[in-house]
């Protein structure tokens, strides 16, 4: 079965007023969803990183990334320990091309900086690795430096109303 990607929920980050973190905050606070955000002394830009800083194990981290498809942008959150496997997306939404946004795109459609993307983004279709919902508790980026995101997974794929597949590769963690 594909899955279509449409551009109907694009939009780019609007709100100059307000920070990507209190844009996070409210559309949490509005859902009802139980989460925690957590403040480090360091910037912590890749699932690496919050391992090293104790946050948990690196299945626990969930990087988003911010993907160019000829349908539009998609938001796509993965496990820590695993890498985005192309093929798989392409396969699975019957598309042609994907690939990374640029730096520039990641922050004219989030209002982050890459490495600091909130998991959960208005206006962005989002799609979740089915790995992470294994997890009880997952670690992402809350839009700003030095600010993690503790959530439930499921609370993520339920606000954003991601579609939930495969589409990543186990990483070979003993070269890193």
Do not use: W
């Not at 279509?4 to 905050?25: A, C, G, R, W, Y």
């Not at 981290?61 to 093929?87: C, H, N, W």
Request: hydrophobic residues 35%.
């Amino acid at each position: 079965m594909n899955a279509s990607v449409s551009n109907e929920k694009h939009t780019q980050f609007q709100d100059n007023t307000s920070t990507p973190l209190s844009q996070l905050k409210m559309c949490l606070d509005a859902a009802g969803i139980t989460y925690t955000i957590l403040v480090q002394a360091q910037n912590i830009s890749s699932a690496q990183d919050g391992t090293q800083a104790g946050l948990g194990t690196l299945s626990a981290m969930a990087p988003t990334f911010v993907l160019q498809t000829e349908a539009g942008f998609l938001a796509a959150i993965i496990r820590g320990d695993t890498r985005l496997s192309y093929k798989k997306i392409k396969r699975r939404l019957g598309l042609k091309n994907v690939s990374l946004a640029t730096p520039e795109q990641v922050k004219h459609l989030t209002g982050s900086e890459v490495g600091q993307v909130a998991l959960v983004n208005q206006g962005l279709n989002t799609i979740v690795d089915e790995r992470v919902t294994e997890m009880k508790t997952i670690y992402g980026g809350s839009g700003e430096s030095n600010h993690t995101l503790q959530i439930n997974p499921q609370d993520v794929v339920t606000l954003t109303q991601a579609q939930v597949f495969d589409f990543t590769e186990l990483k070979d963690i003993t070269r890193l």
